[in-house]
């Protein structure tokens, strides 16, 4: 890691540790400022010890320099604190020291005046408001030169006038004393300042680092979560081949089934031609019957071959072809393959043009039909429907500003506003795991842009879903 001083160096860490330090120092000076207020009275009682006589007078002087202070503390809780903090907190040691070297020029004259007051054991105070500087206020080295200076300024013009030749050894001894203390605080203050600088620059380091790794490891977990959402769009899609291999498999040997199935229907069929060709040797009575059995099997073997015929169109390999496909034809195929889970389930309303063709696939065609219609049985049954209210697909054609409309339209749970943009996307589904691959709508999406038309969808969340193919209308 850098060192801090080089870090410090930049000037956003300067600015950033100045406003620290502007919170530290009035903190700060608001504990000194207490020291000051609570200890200069608690002074009396040495007060009472050297100066009996002078205890009132002492006592006056100390509790107006509480009253000061009192005003300095008040200060620091105002703006002008925040701008001019250095200078506000200056009275904190400039205040007592007056008041104490006021104390020791006092005694000239009325104790020990042969001492002329430099004696005064006072000038321990003034070492101890220096010690104050160093261990409580936050002050830079500068400032504390200037505290320094000013308090031995101070000692310096009370004592000098009052001096005799006889206490300059005293005075010497007590100013060297006083000059040593402040080297030893600008020194403390000056390693102390440094250390600080060091610490805050670290942390300041330590954070910017915690917050990069906090960002790297937030999108190290969308990566994980983006791999994680592909690898299981992969299995999926995986699972998804499979199963066309094996459709593909299964067409392959239906074709051949179809193809067997063919010949006992075409046996079938020319058999019923002839049992009505001798229909007129039926007995009268019996005939009206005989009709209608003829009629019931004729259907059964026609539904047959419709089936086979739907089988055979999606088995065998598909073209690209587009031609005029009959809208009823399709919708009738689509809903032949979804019989089984259209039957009794829900109710099926239609309500297509006579002779609506589109040109179009109409294999692919099925395709969007049979998918659309799933979808909508999917939705069906996510939703419980009450008073009267049963399940219902509507398919309709329209024609309508020069295009020719399908509608495929459901009274499901609808879709939610925030899936819209979405749901033509490839893989993109709201269905559980295992249940849908989201490929269904994009294939239907992809089948309208070769037909020159176009898919759009209209819902209402928790009423219906209406999805509609437009063509162009033929010419």
Same mark, same amino acid.
């Given at each position: 890691?850098?060192? *801090? ?141 200037? $505290? ?88 999926? $899609? ?16 239906? $074709? ?75 919708? *009738? ?45 999917? $939705? ?96």
């Amino acid at each position: 890691m850098p060192e *801090a001083t080089s870090i410090g160096s930049l000037p956003q860490y300067r600015d950033a540790f100045r406003e620290h330090e502007r919170q530290v120092r009035i903190s700060t000076g608001r504990l000194a400022c207490w020291l000051v207020i609570v200890l200069m009275p608690l002074g009396t009682l040495a007060d009472w010890k050297v100066y009996p006589t002078q205890v009132v007078p002492f006592l006056v002087l100390r509790l107006v320099c509480s009253a000061l202070v009192i005003g300095v503390w008040l200060l620091h809780w105002s703006p002008i604190a925040r701008k001019y903090y250095p200078a506000v907190g200056m009275p904190i040691v400039l205040l007592p020291s007056f008041f104490m070297v006021l104390m020791i020029y006092l005694t000239h004259g009325l104790i020990e005046p042969e001492l002329a007051g430099v004696a005064s054991p006072y000038y321990a105070a003034l070492n101890l408001i220096l010690l104050a500087v160093s261990a409580v206020g936050h002050w830079s080295v500068g400032e504390t030169l200037f $505290a320094v200076g000013s308090v031995i300024c101070l000692y310096l013009g009370f004592t000098i006038p009052i001096l005799q030749r006889d206490t300059a050894p005293i005075f010497f001894t007590n100013v060297y004393f006083l000059a040593l203390t402040g080297i030893i605080v600008v020194a403390g203050n000056f390693v102390f300042n440094r250390l600080r600088f060091r610490e805050f620059a670290l942390r300041l380091e330590l954070d910017a680092s915690r917050k990069k790794l906090e960002e790297n490891n937030r999108k190290l977990d969308g990566q994980n979560q983006e791999l994680a959402d592909t690898i299981q769009k992969l299995t999926e $899609a995986e699972s998804q081949l499979v199963q066309s291999e094996k459709m593909a498999s299964l067409g392959r040997m239906s $074709a051949g089934i179809i193809h067997e199935i063919n010949n006992p229907l075409n046996f079938a069929t020319t058999g019923l031609f002839t049992l009505r060709k001798k229909s007129k040797h039926v007995a009268p009575d019996q005939q009206a019957d005989y009709e209608d059995t003829l009629k019931d099997v004729e259907d059964g073997i026609t539904r047959v071959k419709n089936i086979v015929s739907d089988l055979r169109m999606f088995t065998h390999p598909s073209s690209d072809d587009q031609d005029e496909v009959e809208a009823s034809e399709v919708v *009738a195929s689509a809903m032949r393959f979804l019989s089984n889970e259209l039957k009794e389930k829900v109710n099926l309303e239609q309500k297509l043009l006579e002779n609506q063709a589109v040109r179009a696939n109409k294999n692919k065609l099925i395709h969007v039909f049979v998918n659309l219609i799933q979808n909508s049985l999917d $939705a069906l049954r996510n939703k419980p429907f009450n008073n009267g209210e049963r399940p219902t697909i509507w398919i309709e054609g329209r024609h309508e500003n020069g295009l020719s409309c399908l509608i495929v339209r459901d009274n499901g749970p609808g879709i939610a506003n925030e899936y819209l943009d979405k749901i033509f996307d490839p893989f993109f589904t709201t269905k559980e795991v295992g249940e849908g691959m989201g490929l269904g709508l994009s294939i239907c999406y992809r089948i309208m842009q070769e037909s020159q038309g176009r898919i759009s969808v209209r819902t209402e969340v928790g009423k219906f879903c209406e999805f509609t193919l437009e063509f162009p209308a033929k010419a």
